[in-house]
Protein backbone atom coordinates (compact mmCIF):
# COMPACT_ATOMS: atom_id res chain seq x y z
CA UNK A 1 0.00 0.00 0.00
CA UNK A 2 1.17 3.65 -0.60
CA UNK A 3 2.84 5.12 2.88
CA UNK A 4 0.09 6.67 4.74
CA UNK A 5 -2.91 4.72 2.91
CA UNK A 6 -4.31 1.68 4.89
CA UNK A 7 -4.39 -1.57 3.59
CA UNK A 8 -7.58 -3.53 4.23
CA UNK A 9 -8.30 -7.00 3.02
CA UNK A 10 -11.89 -7.98 1.89
CA UNK A 11 -13.21 -10.24 -0.38
CA UNK A 12 -15.24 -9.37 -3.78
CA UNK A 13 -17.62 -12.02 -3.21
CA UNK A 14 -19.03 -10.39 -0.29
CA UNK A 15 -21.11 -7.86 -0.58
CA UNK A 16 -21.72 -6.80 2.63
CA UNK A 17 -17.61 -6.10 3.33
CA UNK A 18 -17.69 -3.75 0.50
CA UNK A 19 -20.49 -1.51 1.60
CA UNK A 20 -18.40 -1.40 4.33
CA UNK A 21 -15.42 -0.71 3.27
CA UNK A 22 -17.02 2.04 1.49
CA UNK A 23 -18.77 3.56 3.86
CA UNK A 24 -15.62 3.78 6.55
CA UNK A 25 -13.70 5.35 2.92
CA UNK A 26 -14.57 8.98 0.81
CA UNK A 27 -12.97 6.95 -2.60
CA UNK A 28 -13.20 9.19 -5.69
CA UNK A 29 -11.73 6.20 -7.95
CA UNK A 30 -11.19 2.77 -8.31
CA UNK A 31 -8.75 0.35 -9.93
CA UNK A 32 -10.19 -3.20 -9.51
CA UNK A 33 -7.38 -6.17 -10.43
CA UNK A 34 -8.91 -8.88 -8.55
CA UNK A 35 -9.86 -11.96 -10.32
CA UNK A 36 -9.03 -15.51 -11.12
CA UNK A 37 -6.72 -15.74 -14.47
CA UNK A 38 -5.40 -19.11 -15.10
CA UNK A 39 -6.51 -19.62 -18.23
CA UNK A 40 -6.59 -23.68 -18.65
CA UNK A 41 -8.33 -23.74 -15.16
CA UNK A 42 -11.15 -21.62 -16.32
CA UNK A 43 -11.35 -24.46 -19.11
CA UNK A 44 -11.89 -26.77 -16.31
CA UNK A 45 -13.59 -25.19 -13.44
CA UNK A 46 -15.51 -21.95 -14.91
CA UNK A 47 -17.98 -21.59 -11.76
CA UNK A 48 -15.04 -20.14 -9.83
CA UNK A 49 -14.41 -18.14 -12.40
CA UNK A 50 -17.65 -16.52 -12.84
CA UNK A 51 -18.53 -15.99 -9.18
CA UNK A 52 -15.19 -14.27 -8.40
CA UNK A 53 -14.71 -12.64 -11.88
CA UNK A 54 -17.83 -11.73 -12.93
CA UNK A 55 -20.31 -11.66 -9.34
CA UNK A 56 -17.08 -10.52 -7.34
CA UNK A 57 -17.06 -7.41 -9.99
CA UNK A 58 -20.32 -7.03 -9.99
CA UNK A 59 -20.22 -6.39 -6.27
CA UNK A 60 -17.68 -4.24 -5.89
CA UNK A 61 -19.21 -1.82 -9.18
CA UNK A 62 -22.25 -1.80 -7.43
CA UNK A 63 -20.67 -0.69 -3.93
CA UNK A 64 -18.73 2.15 -6.11
CA UNK A 65 -21.56 3.43 -7.83
CA UNK A 66 -23.59 3.50 -4.34
CA UNK A 67 -20.90 5.39 -2.70
CA UNK A 68 -20.74 8.14 -5.69
CA UNK A 69 -17.51 6.54 -6.89
CA UNK A 70 -16.72 8.62 -10.27
CA UNK A 71 -14.13 6.72 -12.24
CA UNK A 72 -13.26 3.30 -12.16
CA UNK A 73 -10.52 1.10 -14.13
CA UNK A 74 -11.00 -2.25 -14.67
CA UNK A 75 -8.09 -4.89 -15.69
CA UNK A 76 -8.97 -7.00 -18.49
CA UNK A 77 -7.37 -8.89 -21.17
CA UNK A 78 -6.55 -9.58 -24.13
CA UNK A 79 -8.62 -12.69 -24.08
CA UNK A 80 -11.73 -11.12 -24.95
CA UNK A 81 -10.76 -11.06 -28.95
CA UNK A 82 -10.45 -14.49 -28.57
CA UNK A 83 -8.58 -15.89 -32.43
CA UNK A 84 -8.63 -13.04 -33.68
CA UNK A 85 -8.69 -12.87 -37.74
CA UNK A 86 -6.23 -9.72 -38.36
CA UNK A 87 -3.25 -8.75 -36.33
CA UNK A 88 -2.25 -6.36 -34.71
CA UNK A 89 -5.67 -5.97 -33.17
CA UNK A 90 -7.59 -2.98 -33.00
CA UNK A 91 -10.33 -2.49 -29.38
CA UNK A 92 -12.68 -2.26 -32.77
CA UNK A 93 -11.96 -6.28 -33.66
CA UNK A 94 -14.75 -8.92 -32.65
CA UNK A 95 -14.68 -9.84 -29.28
CA UNK A 96 -15.24 -13.50 -29.56
CA UNK A 97 -13.51 -15.53 -26.20
CA UNK A 98 -12.62 -19.03 -26.85
CA UNK A 99 -11.89 -19.30 -23.45
CA UNK A 100 -14.04 -18.58 -19.73
CA UNK A 101 -11.32 -16.53 -18.21
CA UNK A 102 -11.86 -14.10 -21.33
CA UNK A 103 -15.94 -14.69 -21.13
CA UNK A 104 -15.92 -13.42 -17.80
CA UNK A 105 -13.57 -10.63 -18.12
CA UNK A 106 -15.81 -9.55 -21.04
CA UNK A 107 -19.19 -9.52 -19.28
CA UNK A 108 -17.50 -7.22 -16.76
CA UNK A 109 -16.68 -5.00 -19.59
CA UNK A 110 -20.33 -5.62 -20.74
CA UNK A 111 -21.64 -4.20 -17.29
CA UNK A 112 -18.86 -1.23 -17.03
CA UNK A 113 -20.86 0.15 -20.08
CA UNK A 114 -24.38 -0.75 -18.89
CA UNK A 115 -23.61 0.88 -15.56
CA UNK A 116 -21.65 3.86 -17.29
CA UNK A 117 -24.47 4.89 -19.52
CA UNK A 118 -27.11 4.14 -16.60
CA UNK A 119 -25.22 5.67 -13.57
CA UNK A 120 -22.71 7.98 -15.49
CA UNK A 121 -19.66 6.06 -14.15
CA UNK A 122 -16.67 7.18 -15.83
CA UNK A 123 -14.65 3.87 -17.07
CA UNK A 124 -11.64 2.79 -18.47
CA UNK A 125 -10.96 -1.15 -19.72
CA UNK A 126 -7.24 -2.47 -19.99
CA UNK A 127 -7.33 -5.05 -22.17
CA UNK A 128 -3.84 -6.01 -20.75
CA UNK A 129 -1.38 -8.40 -23.46
CA UNK A 130 0.65 -10.48 -21.30
CA UNK A 131 2.14 -8.36 -18.46
CA UNK A 132 5.69 -8.94 -17.61
CA UNK A 133 8.71 -8.74 -15.81
CA UNK A 134 9.89 -6.55 -12.31
CA UNK A 135 10.33 -3.40 -10.84
CA UNK A 136 13.67 -2.50 -12.55
CA UNK A 137 15.03 -1.34 -9.13
CA UNK A 138 14.47 -4.82 -7.95
CA UNK A 139 11.75 -4.22 -5.06
CA UNK A 140 8.62 -5.67 -6.61
CA UNK A 141 8.69 -8.88 -8.38
CA UNK A 142 5.94 -11.77 -9.61
CA UNK A 143 4.83 -14.32 -7.40
CA UNK A 144 1.65 -16.25 -7.68
CA UNK A 145 0.89 -18.84 -5.41
CA UNK A 146 1.19 -20.95 -8.10
CA UNK A 147 2.64 -19.53 -10.72
CA UNK A 148 1.33 -19.42 -14.48
CA UNK A 149 3.05 -16.95 -16.32
CA UNK A 150 5.32 -18.08 -18.76
CA UNK A 151 8.77 -15.83 -17.91
CA UNK A 152 8.59 -16.64 -14.29
CA UNK A 153 8.09 -20.42 -14.77
CA UNK A 154 10.68 -20.63 -17.21
CA UNK A 155 13.11 -18.57 -14.73
CA UNK A 156 12.79 -20.95 -12.05
CA UNK A 157 13.12 -24.12 -14.35
CA UNK A 158 16.68 -22.56 -15.50
CA UNK A 159 17.47 -22.20 -12.15
CA UNK A 160 16.70 -25.71 -11.08
CA UNK A 161 13.60 -23.86 -9.24
CA UNK A 162 11.46 -26.47 -10.90
CA UNK A 163 10.28 -29.64 -12.65
CA UNK A 164 11.14 -29.03 -17.01
CA UNK A 165 8.15 -26.93 -18.11
CA UNK A 166 5.77 -27.86 -20.50
CA UNK A 167 5.19 -26.25 -24.09
CA UNK A 168 1.61 -26.44 -24.79
CA UNK A 169 1.91 -27.46 -28.13
CA UNK A 170 4.27 -26.98 -31.17
CA UNK A 171 2.22 -27.24 -33.94
CA UNK A 172 0.32 -23.53 -33.97
CA UNK A 173 0.38 -21.88 -37.44
CA UNK A 174 2.74 -19.91 -36.34
CA UNK A 175 6.69 -20.06 -37.69
CA UNK A 176 7.76 -22.05 -34.81
CA UNK A 177 4.85 -23.86 -34.22
CA UNK A 178 4.34 -22.05 -30.66
CA UNK A 179 2.13 -19.96 -29.64
CA UNK A 180 3.13 -16.05 -30.42
CA UNK A 181 2.06 -13.13 -27.30
CA UNK A 182 2.83 -9.50 -26.85
CA UNK A 183 4.67 -9.03 -23.36
CA UNK A 184 4.31 -6.00 -21.60
CA UNK A 185 6.21 -4.94 -18.74
CA UNK A 186 4.79 -4.34 -15.66
CA UNK A 187 5.94 -0.81 -15.01
CA UNK A 188 4.22 -0.06 -18.54
CA UNK A 189 1.06 -1.46 -17.01
CA UNK A 190 1.39 0.90 -14.00
CA UNK A 191 1.55 3.70 -16.36
CA UNK A 192 -1.33 2.84 -18.50
CA UNK A 193 -3.32 3.05 -15.15
CA UNK A 194 -1.97 6.42 -14.41
CA UNK A 195 -3.05 7.99 -17.51
CA UNK A 196 -6.62 6.03 -17.62
CA UNK A 197 -7.55 7.76 -13.99
CA UNK A 198 -5.87 10.89 -15.28
CA UNK A 199 -8.62 10.91 -18.77
CA UNK A 200 -11.37 9.89 -16.63
CA UNK A 201 -10.90 12.48 -14.02
CA UNK A 202 -11.10 15.06 -16.94
CA UNK A 203 -14.12 12.89 -18.94
CA UNK A 204 -17.46 13.48 -18.64
CA UNK A 205 -20.29 11.79 -16.79
CA UNK A 206 -21.06 8.56 -19.06
CA UNK A 207 -17.54 8.30 -20.59
CA UNK A 208 -16.66 4.50 -21.29
CA UNK A 209 -13.63 3.38 -23.25
CA UNK A 210 -12.06 -0.22 -23.79
CA UNK A 211 -7.51 0.11 -24.52
CA UNK A 212 -5.40 -2.64 -26.01
CA UNK A 213 -2.12 -2.58 -23.51
CA UNK A 214 0.73 -4.19 -24.89
CA UNK A 215 4.13 -3.30 -27.33
CA UNK A 216 2.50 -4.28 -30.22
CA UNK A 217 5.31 -6.62 -30.54
CA UNK A 218 4.79 -10.62 -30.71
CA UNK A 219 7.33 -13.11 -29.43
CA UNK A 220 6.70 -17.25 -29.67
CA UNK A 221 7.15 -19.15 -26.49
CA UNK A 222 10.24 -20.93 -28.27
CA UNK A 223 11.87 -17.05 -28.61
CA UNK A 224 11.01 -16.29 -24.99
CA UNK A 225 12.85 -19.49 -23.73
CA UNK A 226 15.77 -18.89 -25.88
CA UNK A 227 15.93 -15.13 -24.50
CA UNK A 228 15.66 -16.74 -21.06
CA UNK A 229 18.71 -18.88 -21.48
CA UNK A 230 20.66 -16.24 -23.00
CA UNK A 231 19.83 -13.89 -20.02
CA UNK A 232 20.52 -16.70 -17.22
CA UNK A 233 23.23 -17.88 -19.26
CA UNK A 234 21.93 -21.69 -19.08
CA UNK A 235 19.17 -23.32 -20.99
CA UNK A 236 15.53 -23.72 -19.75
CA UNK A 237 14.62 -27.32 -19.65
CA UNK A 238 11.39 -28.30 -21.14
CA UNK A 239 9.10 -31.15 -22.90
CA UNK A 240 6.34 -30.19 -25.44
CA UNK A 241 3.07 -31.45 -24.69
CA UNK A 242 -0.47 -31.25 -25.90
CA UNK A 243 -2.38 -27.89 -26.88
CA UNK A 244 -3.94 -26.29 -24.11
CA UNK A 245 -7.98 -25.78 -24.36
CA UNK A 246 -8.59 -22.15 -25.22
CA UNK A 247 -5.41 -21.02 -26.31
CA UNK A 248 -5.51 -18.95 -29.51
CA UNK A 249 -1.88 -18.98 -31.92
CA UNK A 250 -1.30 -14.99 -32.00
CA UNK A 251 -2.45 -12.37 -29.91
CA UNK A 252 -0.50 -8.46 -30.58
CA UNK A 253 -1.68 -5.32 -29.58
CA UNK A 254 -2.29 -2.83 -31.85
CA UNK A 255 -1.99 0.65 -29.44
CA UNK A 256 -2.29 3.53 -31.23
CA UNK A 257 -5.78 4.37 -29.10
CA UNK A 258 -3.77 4.13 -25.91
CA UNK A 259 -0.52 6.14 -27.50
CA UNK A 260 -2.89 8.91 -29.24
CA UNK A 261 -5.61 9.10 -26.53
CA UNK A 262 -3.80 8.59 -23.42
CA UNK A 263 -0.10 9.54 -24.57
CA UNK A 264 1.02 6.02 -22.99
CA UNK A 265 4.40 4.55 -24.29
CA UNK A 266 6.20 1.97 -23.34
CA UNK A 267 9.53 2.32 -22.01
CA UNK A 268 10.52 -1.41 -21.16
CA UNK A 269 9.23 -2.91 -24.82
CA UNK A 270 12.64 -5.21 -24.75
CA UNK A 271 11.79 -9.18 -24.03
CA UNK A 272 15.59 -9.26 -22.61
CA UNK A 273 15.51 -6.27 -20.50
CA UNK A 274 11.79 -7.93 -19.10
CA UNK A 275 13.68 -11.01 -18.97
CA UNK A 276 16.47 -9.61 -16.91
CA UNK A 277 14.30 -7.30 -14.84
CA UNK A 278 12.26 -10.95 -13.54
CA UNK A 279 15.31 -12.85 -13.47
CA UNK A 280 17.00 -9.97 -10.76
CA UNK A 281 14.27 -10.05 -8.71
CA UNK A 282 13.78 -13.66 -8.90
CA UNK A 283 17.93 -14.10 -7.60
CA UNK A 284 17.51 -11.44 -5.16
CA UNK A 285 13.85 -13.27 -3.81
CA UNK A 286 14.41 -16.62 -3.83
CA UNK A 287 11.19 -17.22 -1.55
CA UNK A 288 9.46 -14.50 -3.05
CA UNK A 289 7.45 -12.56 -0.46
CA UNK A 290 7.58 -15.51 1.58
CA UNK A 291 10.81 -14.67 2.85
CA UNK A 292 10.20 -12.40 5.52
Known sequence: ACVGSPMVEADVEDPGALRSLFQRHAFRAV????????????????LP??????????????????????????????????????????????????NVYGETKLSVERLLQSVSRSHGLRAACLRYFNAAGADPDGELGEDHRPE??????????????????????DDYDTPDGTCIRDYVHVSDLCDAHLLALQALDAAEP???????????????????????SEVAGVPVPHTVGARRPGDPPVLVASNDRIRSELGWQPRHADLRAMVAHALAWRKGHPDGYGEA
Open 31 to 46: IHFAARINVGESMTAP
Open 148 to 169: THLIPLAIDAALGRREPLTVFG
Open 49 to 98: YYRTNLFGSANLIEAAVEAGVRSFVFSSTAAVYGTPKRTPIRETAPVRPI
Open 206 to 228: GYFRAYNVGTGIGHSVREVLDTV
